[in-house]
């Protein structure tokens, strides 16, 4: 597995998810690192191609390559390495290819359309991410939050040009899952902060839509969460 090529790209990828990921403990930032980098590059094929029979194929190459790893066959590719190093289950990882499906028709999609992109994505990339936590409560936590703050997370991320409603709507979910994340046993959050540090993250960014901070100052948030516990 090249962690740094892997790594590299994440952050060409997505740069809050990079940064993320660099707080995770040393055992836990290699699988989130897979994970991570898997959901971004799915996440920007439909706005990648201008030909939806383009996306569709692309689509269909990661379920192809999810079935090849599951054979032991990475395809010679570096995420495929890293699948064979850090398996993921494929019935959990389709609904990040599948959920991509809908953003492949042309047209303006409604609020409505969406969140519901967003909640068959979001809390997906969430179920994979506590998995990987192997917190002992990860089996047990509120389905709410994880389908919450999955959902905001997304949605953030599908905003469009003039989307004020969407980043408002994204907002409202972020606090609520941050809420309940807060509600948690100190233990609980200490074991799941990794993989909500992200979801404190989008909390602020919704809050400031459309104008956005720096990068300096998204990393000084994400280090005071890290140091706090709290997001």
Known sequence: MDEDLLRQELRWLDG????????????KRAPLLTLYHLYADIARIPASVS???VGAIRLQWWRDLLEAVAKGDARGTPIGEALLLN??????????????????????????????????????LMRLACDICSAPSASTLSDELLVTAGTGFELLRLVPQ????????????????????KALPRSDRKLLLPIFLPIGLARRQAAAYPKQRGLLTYQLILLKMAITGSV
């Open 16 to 27: 809050d998810l990079y940064l993320c990921h660099l707080f995770a403990p040393i055992d």
């Open 51 to 53: 030909d939806p029979m």
């Open 162 to 181: 003039g989307g004020e409603a969407v980043a408002a709507r994204a907002h409202q979910l972020l606090v609520g899952a941050c809420k309940m994340f």
């Open 87 to 124: 398996p993921l289950q494929a019935a959990q990882v389709l609904p990040l290819i599948d959920g991509r499906e809908a953003a492949l028709a042309e047209g303006t999609r409604n609020l409505e359309q969406l969140e519901d992109e967003a909640r068959q994505v979001g809390p997906a």
